[in-house]
């Protein structure tokens, strides 16, 4: 079946450094990709989506690009936050299926 | 604010009892799926439906069951509660059964069994 792998955390990062939390996907089919955050005490919220091959996903300086030929939806940004400590899930979406989550990862920057 | 309610916030129950979670999608949204967080198992897909029927159903146990009402509000109900079962339970609504669409999440409810 349809199934997400992305990286363990926790990932720990100073401010302004650049973050990339990897995450690969298989599909039969041609799944929409999402990036889902969830802060502390709340329920997840989309962070961006991509809905075909190539196509860039962008949101709150959070980026991922949709790349078929590697199976991969890696979200990035240039300059991460104390305020971006969360937890990130990638998730596909299939028609006619419901989201398939990855196990999450944590990601904490320190002042 | 996603526009999800979910009631109650927090459940502190004992093993072998029953409880009953509630949902209200956002206004307009026919499909309403339910979550189970814990710390092990990460986000487990338990059940969804669209329109009042159910549409999918994932990981859940014999002993939880859901339904949605014609008002298109969801109740997931769970009896003879184990320790195990003490997880965040989220629910999601979104306006199809289509599966590719943007899921938009509740608060969620803590359910801590004793």
């Known amino acids: 079946g349809d199934s997400v792998t992305q990286m363990e955390g926790p990932v720990t990062l100073s401010e302004e450094a650049f973050l990339t939390i990897n995450c690969t996907y298989t599909?039969?089919?041609?799944?929409?990709l999402f990036w889902y955050v969830q802060y502390p005490g709340e329920g997840l919220q989309l962070l961006l989506k991509?809905?075909?091959?190539?196509d860039k996903g962008s949101n709150k300086g959070f980026e991922a690009t949709y790349r078929k030929e590697t199976t991969s939806f890696h979200l990035e940004k240039g300059s991460v936050q104390v305020s971006d400590s969360a937890v990130y899930f990638c998730?596909?979406?299939?028609?006619?299926?419901?989201?398939?989550f990855g196990k999450g990862t944590r990601l904490s920057v320190i002042a | 604010d996603s526009g999800v309610t979910q009631t109650p916030k927090h459940l502190i129950t004992a093993t072998g009892q029953r409880v009953t979670l509630r949902c209200s999608p956002r206004?307009?949204?026919?499909?309403v799926y339910w979550y189970q967080q814990s710390l092990d198992q990460g986000l487990q897909f338990l059940i969804q439906?669209?329109?009042?029927?159910?549409?999918a159903k994932g990981n859940i146990l014999e002993r939880f069951s859901a339904q949605q009402f014609p008002d298109l509000h969801s109740e997931l109900n769970l009896s003879s509660l184990e320790l195990g079962d003490s997880a965040l339970y989220f629910c999601?609504?979104?306006?199809?059964?289509?599966?590719?669409?943007?899921?938009?999440f509740g608060p969620g409810t803590r359910l801590l069994v004793l």
């Open positions: 999601a609504s979104g306006p199809s059964d289509r599966g590719v669409e943007t899921q938009y």
């Open positions: 599909a039969t089919g041609y799944p929409s």
């Open positions: 991509a809905t075909k091959a190539d």
């Open positions: 998730a596909l979406g299939a028609l006619g299926t419901p989201l398939v």
């Open positions: 206004s307009g949204d026919l499909s």
């Open positions: 439906y669209y329109n009042g029927e159910e549409r």
